[in-house]
Nanobody
């Protein structure tokens, strides 16, 4: 079973940057479209960004367009979420998830595997 591990979360001031990483130890991620999701306290989980298997297709929720960039390095078996110009409303637990039956696309629903998340706090 694919096990995803997120890292890179932490405390950052408004306007700052963080880079989240999502990796898998025993299986190659190139077979999966990957999505980044977040869940803030008291709110439902939402999709933030996703990327297709080979990185040719990316999508972003409107809230993060122009500030976040998703990328993947399949040689390193890692998907990244570069987050710039962070705002307090970006504070949440961030999760990566994988979908195995998606070709040349990515999605925010019916994900097959989930990581345990990494917390991001944007505060002065």
């Amino acid at each position: 079973q694919l096990q995803l591990v997120e890292s890179g979360g932490g405390l950052v001031q408004p306007g700052g940057s963080l880079r989240l990483s999502c990796t898998a130890s025993e299986f190659t991620l190139v077979r999966y479209a990957i999505g980044w999701f977040r869940q803030a306290p008291g709110k439902e989980r939402e999709g933030v960004s996703c990327i297709s298997r080979h990185g040719g297709i990316t999508e972003y929720t409107d809230d993060v367009k122009g500030r976040f960039t998703i990328s993947r390095d399949n040689a390193k078996n890692t998907v990244y979420l570069q987050m710039n110009s962070l705002k307090p409303e970006d504070t949440a637990d961030y999760y990566c998830a994988a979908a195995g039956d998606v070709i040349a696309a990515c999605r925010f629903n019916n994900m097959d595997y989930w990581g345990k998340g990494t917390p991001v706090t944007v505060s002065s």
